[in-house]
């Protein structure tokens, strides 16, 4: 069993910055990827970006390059979405996954293909 604790969100200034957490727990010799997705209300949940668990391979998706780098402590176990120039379309809840599964790749964006969930952490931009 893996446990994902996600924190670090909150309300945010448009054009302002958040730095989200992801801490593993348990088997986290298992795991192979990372990944985080969001969720706005009434949208379908949204893939973001994932990091390998060495911390070697990382990917954003295109929308989001320049402003969200993910990023991770080995020495924590501790993935990071460090957010910046937030936008109010940035609002959702922000998960992150553990794939354990291995795939030969760091690209998942499958959530289906996510092994362990988070509870989520809100963001809110908003003046």
């Known amino acids: 069993q893996v446990q994902l604790q996600a924190c670090g969100g909150g309300l945010a200034q448009p054009g302002g910055s958040l730095r989200l957490s992801c801490a593993a727990s348990g088997r986290t010799f298992s795991i192979y990827v990372m990944g985080w997705f969001r969720q706005a209300p009434g949208k379908e949940r949204e893939f973001v970006s994932t990091?390998?668990?060495?911390?070697?391979?990382?990917y954003v998706v295109d929308s989001l390059k320049g402003r969200f780098t993910v990023s991770k402590d080995n020495g924590k176990n501790t993935v990071y979405l460090q957010m910046s120039s937030l936008k109010p379309e940035d609002t959702a809840i922000y998960y992150c996954a553990a794939v354990t599964t291995y795939y030969g790749r760091t690209y998942i964006r499958e959530p289906a293909k996510y092994d362990y969930w988070g509870q989520g952490t809100k963001v809110t931009v908003s003046s």
């Open positions: 990091i390998n668990w060495s911390g070697g391979n990382t």
